[in-house]
C-alpha cells in the first residue's frame, strides 16, 4: 500500500492479557516510530528505530512494552500483563533516512487498544 | 528538555474569520526542527509543514501561514478564511538533529489545539 498500515485497528484485551500492534512502514523508509495518543492528548514518544535497531527507546513506559523490528520493515510493538491504563491509541510513523532532518512523519490511523 | 507548549486548549470561530493557534517550544538544540500537523475527527495526523531552526522566513501556502521566531521560540500558526473543512485538532512538534548521525531525533508534540469553526 502507499500508506502506514497498522492493524489491529481495534483491540479490545482483559486486563493481564498479551497484546502485538503491528506497523507495515511506507516501503524504502528506513525510519520507524512508535506514539501512544491518549484521550485529548498529543502524541507521546515509545521507539525510534533506524533500520533494525532501536535508535531511542527512551519513551518506553517500562518493561512491559517491547518493540521489534526484524528485517529493517514491518515492526511490532508488543505489551505483557497489560493494564487499564495501557488503553490508547497507538500510533506507528514512518520516514526516509535521516527522520526528521530529511522530511515529514507519515502517521497510520493507528491501533485503538482498549483494557477492560 | 525539550518541550513543546500549546497553551489554547480549544478554539471556536465562525467560518471566514482568521484564527491562530500559538506554539511555544523550548530546546537546547542550535539545530532543530518545527512541525504543524492536523488530526481531523479520523484519527490520522496529516502534515502540514516543517522548518528548520535556521530559515526564520515566514511561510503562506494558500489560507494557511506560519511565523517563526526565534526570539521568543514561537512558530505559530494563522488560518485565513476559515472554514469547516478546517476543524481538527492542531499539533505542533520540533524535532531535534542528531548531527553527528546525520538523522533526526524523535518529534516532540504538544497537547494540541481543537479548532472549531462553525458555519
Known amino acids: 500500500g502507499a500508506g502506514v498500515s497498522q492493524t489491529p485497528s481495534n483491540k479490545v484485551t482483559e486486563k493481564g492479557k498479551y497484546v502485538e500492534l503491528r506497523c507495515d512502514p511506507i516501503?524504502?523508509?528506513?525510519?520507524l516510530y512508535w506514539y501512544r495518543q491518549s484521550l485529548g492528548q498529543g502524541p507521546e514518544f515509545l521507539i525510534y528505530f533506524q533500520g533494525t535497531g532501536a535508535a531511542d527507546d527512551s519513551g518506553l513506559p517500562n518493561d512491559r512494552f517491547f518493540a521489534v523490528r526484524p528485517e529493517g520493515s514491518v515492526s511490532t510493538l508488543k505489551i505483557q500483563r497489560t493494564e487499564r491504563g495501557d488503553s490508547a491509541v497507538y500510533l506507528c510513523?514512518?520516514?526516509?533516512?535521516?527522520?526528521?532532518?530529511?522530511?515529514?512523519?507519515?502517521f497510520g490511523e493507528g491501533s485503538r487498544l482498549t483494557v477492560l | 528538555a525539550q518541550k513543546v507548549t500549546q497553551a489554547q486548549t480549544e478554539i471556536s470561530v465562525v467560518e471566514k474569520e482568521d484564527v491562530t493557534l500559538d506554539c511555544v517550544y523550548e530546546t537546547r538544540d542550535t539545530t532543530y526542527y518545527l512541525f504543524w500537523y492536523k488530526q481531523p475527527p479520523s484519527g490520522e495526523l496529516v502534515f502540514l509543514i516543517r522548518?528548520?531552526?535556521?530559515?526564520?522566513q515566514n511561510e503562506i501556502s494558500g489560507r494557511y501561514s506560519w511565523n517563526f521566531q526565534k526570539s521568543t521560540s514561537s512558530f505559530n500558526f494563522t488560518i485565513t478564511a476559515s472554514q469547516v473543512v478546517d476543524s481538527a485538532v492542531y499539533f505542533c512538534a520540533l524535532s531535534e538533529a542528531l548531527m553527528i548521525y546525520n538523522q533526526g531525533g524523535k518529534l516532540i508534540f504538544g497537547q494540541g489545539t481543537e479548532l472549531s469553526v462553525k458555519p
Open positions: 516501503s524504502g523508509h528506513t525510519a
Open positions: 510513523a514512518s520516514s526516509r533516512r535521516g527522520g526528521t532532518i530529511t522530511g515529514e512523519l507519515f
Open positions: 522548518r528548520n531552526s535556521f530559515d526564520e
